[in-house]
């Protein structure tokens, strides 16, 4: 029988993750099942543990259940430990590891498949729920001028802010608080796109040559990438790649291989895979 995995999410039909990793098997040959669960708002922990007694050997989390994989997880990696969410587990006989793979998947489609540097950037990352929480400390190692965290609920920005203080120039804002700023690469991390919203932001936020980057990705064009670019933003780009590039980093956990990623995006899109906007 081959080895199981799977990404646990609500909603989670439209995961494209059992196609990125059946690539990746199939690149690297390497025999493994991999499937999307659905799992219930407040059944997560127990949808996680059917899985672990029916044999799975690792498994991806998305929204909205970071931050309780985090909770749940009595083994974690430094950069889980830092975030404070977790998105890739890992089963063996003393129970279950778990990693973040959200800030490295989102780092390599920047710098290595966008070639954007991210050294003396301004940068807003829209949000402050578990999406922020994984990409924040690699963001801020990458020497940025400096991070502002936006948030609906400015507490949880500055709750945030201060958690990672240490790692470099950071500060929590409300939206109504950005009027007035520009910055040089914008992340939207909230789940927006998914109801098709906007994050509340005002004009002029876009600096000139900025890059607007949505973490979720679609067939269409998400809402803040039309805003970004009907608002002076030089380039959008949405979040295809930072997925395949995290599950990248997730098949590398627990196979010990690498698959290469471009070949697997290119995939994606000329397929029309991303037929909705998804975050995992």
């Known amino acids: 029988m081959s080895d199981?995995?799977?990404?646990?999410?609500?909603?989670?039909?439209?995961?494209k993750s059992p196609q990125i990793h059946a690539a990746f098997a199939a690149q690297c040959a390497q025999g493994l099942r991999y499937d999307a669960i659905l799992a219930p708002h407040d059944g997560f922990a127990q949808a996680i543990t059917d899985f672990v007694a029916a044999g799975g050997r690792g498994a991806n989390v998305t929204l909205p259940f970071k931050e309780e994989a985090f909770r749940l997880t009595k083994r974690l990696t430094d950069r889980a430990r830092i975030a404070g969410a977790v998105n890739t587990l890992t089963?063996?006989?003393n129970g279950m590891i778990g990693d973040n793979t959200d800030g490295e998947?989102?780092?390599?489609?920047?710098?290595?498949?966008?070639?954007?540097?991210?050294?003396?950037?301004r940068i807003l990352l829209l949000g402050a729920g578990g999406a922020a929480r994984g990409v924040l400390a690699p963001l801020l190692a990458s020497s940025p001028a400096v991070l502002t965290i936006a948030n609906r609920t400015p507490a949880k920005a500055?709750?945030?802010?201060?958690?990672?203080?240490?790692?470099?120039?950071?500060?929590?804002?409300?939206?109504?608080?950005?009027?007035?700023?520009?910055?040089?690469?914008l992340i939207n991390a909230t789940a927006a796109s998914l109801s098709g919203e906007l994050p509340?932001?005002?004009?002029g936020v876009f600096a000139p040559g900025s890059l607007a980057y949505d973490m979720m990705y679609g067939e269409t064009e998400t809402p803040f990438l039309?805003?970004?670019?009907?608002?002076?933003?030089?380039?959008?780009?949405?979040?295809?790649?930072?997925?395949?590039?995290?599950?990248?980093?997730?098949?590398?956990?627990?196979?010990?291989?690498?698959p290469h990623?471009?070949?697997?995006?290119?995939m994606l899109r000329t397929a029309g895979a991303n037929r909705s906007i998804t975050a995992g």
Not at 105 to 121: E, F, I, K, P, Q
Not at 200 to 203: G, K, Q
């Open 261 to 266: 990623t471009l070949p697997v995006i290119a």
């Open 91 to 93: 089963f063996d006989d």
């Open 105 to 121: 998947g989102l780092l390599r489609d920047l710098t290595t498949n966008l070639l954007y540097s991210l050294a003396g950037r």
């Open 158 to 185: 500055l709750q945030l802010a201060k958690r990672f203080a240490a790692c470099g120039p950071v500060h929590g804002v409300a939206y109504h608080e950005l009027a007035g700023q520009s910055f040089d690469l």
């Open 200 to 203: 509340p932001l005002p004009a």
């Open 4 to 15: 199981h995995y799977a990404v646990f999410g609500n909603p989670i039909a439209h995961s």
């Open 226 to 258: 039309t805003f970004a670019r009907q608002n002076g933003a030089a380039r959008g780009h949405d979040g295809l790649g930072m997925l395949v590039e995290q599950a990248a980093e997730s098949f590398q956990i627990w196979r010990g291989v690498r």
